[in-house]
């Protein structure tokens, strides 16, 4: 998930000093639209279901925590949901 981190020679200071960045995949670099994510807690919210509990809930976030369930498989089963 997170990108690996480089060091980067700010030019400002002719190179003197070292800052470290985060440099993200490709992927990651792009943003999502603030109405691609409102899409996209639709269809999570949808995914969820109106009879999730609480529990419900903070079992799937533990799975993700826990690497149980990866984050690239929850994406996955929100997208492939049939409405």
Do not use: C, H
């Amino acid at each position: 998930m997170g990108g690996e981190v480089k060091p980067y020679r700010d030019g400002l200071t002719n190179g003197s000093a070292v800052i470290l960045i985060a440099r993200m995949n490709k992927k990651e670099d792009m943003k999502m639209s603030m109405k691609d994510r409102k899409k996209m807690m639709v269809r999570v919210e949808d995914w969820i279901g109106s009879d999730a509990s609480r529990t419900d809930l903070i079992e799937i976030i533990a799975q993700v925590a826990l690497g149980e369930y990866t984050a690239k498989q929850l994406k996955e089963d929100v997208l492939s949901y049939d409405i």
